[in-house]
């Protein structure tokens, strides 16, 4: 079969499923069976595919068909203009996060150019947010702690595809994870799961019945990580030290009363491209030490 025929079965498959972009879904799928780029595919549409390539794109077409995340076919996803290897059991990286990644990196020019600092990322999932941050600021130190095998898996190969030596993860529950390790940190980064249990099963197919729950599981009303990590992060982080999350859409103000409540200056609410609560942060000023 030639590659535009493979092409558009591929396409025919998944055409009136929502939510995705079929040629470029197809595209992205045989352009990775044949070891080759998109402009390739759309160069060579008269070239013979060989049948046991055929057989396994129509395969992986017909899971794609079904709902099964294009990101755990290909085991990637951009971000951040990184490549980053994914698979199921890691939250797939969105494009929303990059909002709070951009923030952190212009915030680390601003602060701290030079100077050599230490950030936190609870709940590193693929390591989208704390190996980004470490891949383009080389004078931050990142700690990654998650509570699950899979993610400490996928973003230690992450951490080894993108050659980062300033890069520790560590397995734990939340700060449990870095219990016994005596460091304070200037940034702590977070996002958590915030989705409220009841809305999980609301969500498009291949987001709830694909991607781990526990990612995505924010409890009752989607708050309870945070209602963990904020009065507990007072303690491990320094003076003026910068408390950061990605948030659902409507969780901005409570997030702001949460965090005023436990003593946090400087709060800010960064919305997305939609104009909607994307990111929340605060600084906590410790008492200095006589």
């Known amino acids: 079969m030639e590659i535009n025929q493979l092409l558009k079965k591929g396409v025919d498959l998944i055409k009136d499923r929502p939510y995705t972009n079929p040629v470029l879904e197809a595209t992205l799928l045989l352009s990775q069976l044949l070891n080759v780029d998109r402009i390739y595919i759309y160069t060579h549409g008269r ?3 060989e049948g046991a390539i055929v057989e396994k794109f129509l395969e992986l077409m017909e899971m794609r068909k079904e709902g099964y995340p294009l990101q755990y076919i290909i085991k990637k996803k951009e971000f951040m203009g990184l490549e980053f290897y994914v698979e199921e059991g890691v939250l ?3 494009s929303d996060t990059e909002i709070l990644v951009e923030y952190l990196l212009d915030y680390i020019d601003k602060k701290y150019k030079d100077t050599a600092i230490k950030l936190l990322d609870l709940g590193i999932g693929s390591g989208a947010i704390a190996l980004s941050v470490a891949y383009y600021r080389k004078n931050v130190t990142v700690y990654g702690v998650d509570i699950y095998d899979t993610p400490l898996k996928v973003a230690n190969i992450n951490k080894e595809r993108f050659k980062l030596d ?9 700060f449990d994870g870095i219990e016994g390790i005596e460091e304070e940190f200037h940034i702590i980064a977070s996002n958590p799961p ?6 999980i099963d609301k969500l498009q197919e291949e987001v709830k019945d694909y991607e781990p729950r526990e990612a995505l599981d924010g409890g009752e009303d ?6 963990r990590i904020i009065p507990q992060s007072k303690k491990y982080l320094t003076h003026e030290g910068l408390l950061i999350f990605e948030i659902g859409y409507d969780q901005g103000q409570e997030l702001r009363d949460m965090l005023l409540e436990e003593g946090f200056k400087n709060i800010e609410i960064l919305k997305d491209l939609q104009g909607l609560d994307r990111v929340v942060l605060g600084v906590y000023e410790k008492e200095l030490k006589e």
């Open 166 to 174: 300033n890069v520790h993860l560590f397995k734990g529950d939340l």
């Open 92 to 94: 797939i990286p969105r």
């Open 47 to 49: 070239e013979k595919v």
């Open 194 to 199: 915030y989705i409220p249990k009841e809305d």
């Open 222 to 227: 989607g708050l309870e990580f945070y209602r």
